[in-house]
């Protein structure tokens, strides 16, 4: 069996990413980005998700993160993509403002209709493809990535001013969620990795 991409050290820190099916772009509205940062936060307090990065862009989001507690990386991933997966449908459904509805609904119905450990609906693909941090400056390389990702998008001009990551958080100011910094190592310091 490959373990290219799975989580294998239990004491790990992981980079993943995951992405809407279709790459709908859900996370354009306020109401949607915040049952993100609450399911989030839900996983930090209750399932031993130890956030270090992040970033949710209007399809997909990235995360660097480690665990502790009885839940495995994979377990905190799961949950929080199902849970999120439901909630996010049902605010669609019941979103009276959501010109979108229809054609989301559509792509989310038949893409869970096209597998089957799917009930009704497909919201995130299912690939994550972790990758171990194994090294300070593959961490920091991946860190870099996720809070440049809305500059590299032209949605902002410096990544801190972002206010759906971490980047801030590294700057220090306090952000969005509760992020546990990573310290940048003396000999990566200053050092911000190209893309």
Excluded at 89 to 111: D, L
Excluded at 127 to 145: A, C, G, R
Aim: overall charge negative; proline content about 3%; charged content about 20%.
């Amino acid at each position: 069996m490959s373990t290219k991409y799975k989580f294998i050290d239990n004491d790990g820190i992981y980079f993943v990413s995951f992405a809407t099916v279709s790459w709908v772009d859900v996370f354009t509205k306020l109401t949607y980005i915040e049952i993100f940062i609450e399911s989030i936060k839900y996983c930090q307090q209750n399932k031993g998700l130890n956030l270090h990065a992040w970033c949710l862009m209007s399809n997909h989001a990235h995360l660097v993160f480690s665990k502790s507690g009885l839940y495995s990386h994979s377990d905190i991933l799961r949950d929080l993509k199902k849970f999120t997966s439901k909630k996010l449908i049902e605010a669609i459904e019941n979103n009276p403002t959501e010109i979108r509805k229809e054609w989301m609904i559509h792509i989310f119905r038949s893409s869970g209709q096209n597998k089957s450990n799917n009930k009704d609906f497909q919201f995130w693909q299912q690939d994550n493809h972790p990758i171990e941090l194994f090294s300070p400056t593959v961490t920091f390389q991946k860190i870099d990535y996720v809070h440049n990702n809305p500059v590299v998008a032209g949605i902002v001009s410096e990544a801190d001013h972002y206010l759906h990551s971490s980047a801030r958080d590294y700057l220090g100011t306090k952000g969005v969620l509760d992020v546990e910094i990573l310290e940048r190592p003396m000999s990566l310091e200053g050092y911000v990795f190209s893309y």
